[in-house]
T-cell receptor, first 116, second 116 residues
Framework: GENVEQHPSTLSVQEGDSAVIKCTYS??????FPWYKQELGKGPQLIID?????GEKKDQRIAVTLNKTAKHFSLHITETQPEDSAVYFC???????????????FGTGTQLKVEL | NAGVMQNPRHLVRRRGQEARLRCSPM?????VYWYRQLPEEGLKFMVY????????ESGMPKERFSAEFPKEGPSILRIQQVVRGDSAAYFC??????????????FGPGTRLLVL
């Protein structure tokens, strides 16, 4: 089955700096890669996603890049703000055709802290 | 447009009791997923259901756990004879019908189960 590794486990940046979180996956058939933000006591909130036919996607201060050959994808947050502080999870899924169904395999999370 | 609803938000049970967790998907969504999050860990897939059908239960423990998504009403995750190791946050997600290839999943706020 799919295995997703995520680094770093904790990340501390100064307000206004950029933050980068990286994930690798094992199943070359995976074709959908969402990123979720989870605040304390809340459910995961989808912030951006990318599919395997695209190499990069951007939404305001957030961008995601995908390298299918190397099987890794990254989340980039620019001009970080204190409200960006949360736990971020990457995930991957391969879809029904790969036998993976729609189940998401999650990374272990990155605790991002944006300091004033 | 209400999001995914889960109740109760917090549930306390004594060892040996039953826990019932409910999930109402977003309007128009017919696919439901259950995930479990242990303290300080990522989310682990449990089960994927469509109306009246279990599609993938590869993440469900073999005993004491069951799930259903009836034609009418919410999806139910049922844990019989709870043990302390069942203490976790249980999240439900939903996605729209039609796709089999990595549909976007939207998460509810979760039910935090504490077994005394």
């Amino acid at each position: 089955g799919e295995n997703v590794e995520q680094h770093p486990s904790t990340l501390s940046v100064q307000e206004g700096d950029s933050a980068v979180i990286k994930c690798t996956y094992s199943d070359s058939a995976s074709n959908y890669f969402p990123w979720y933000k989870q605040e304390l006591g809340k459910g995961p909130q989808l912030i951006i996603d990318i599919r395997s036919n695209v190499g990069e996607k951007k939404d305001q201060r957030i961008a995601v890049t995908l390298n299918k050959t190397a099987k890794h994808f990254s989340l980039h947050i620019t001009e970080t703000q204190p409200e960006d502080s949360a736990v971020y999870f990457c995930a991957a899924t391969g879809g029904i055709l790969t036998g993976g169904g729609n189940k998401l395999t999650f990374g272990t999370g990155t605790q991002l802290k944006v300091e004033l | 447009n209400a999001g995914v609803m889960q109740n109760p938000r917090h549930l306390v049970r004594r060892r040996g009791q039953e826990a019932r967790l409910r999930c109402s998907p977003m309007k128009g969504h017919s696919h439901v997923y259950w995930y479990r999050q242990l303290p300080e860990e990522g989310l682990k897939f449990m089960v994927y259901l469509q109306k009246e059908n279990i599609i993938d239960e590869s993440g469900m423990p073999k005993e004491r756990f069951s799930a259903e998504f009836p034609k009418e009403g919410p999806s139910i995750l049922r844990i019989q004879q709870v043990v302390r190791g069942d203490s976790a946050a249980y999240f439900c997600a939903s996605s729209p019908p039609g796709g089999g290839d990595g549909e976007t999943q939207y998460f509810g706020p979760g039910t935090r189960l504490l077994v005394l």
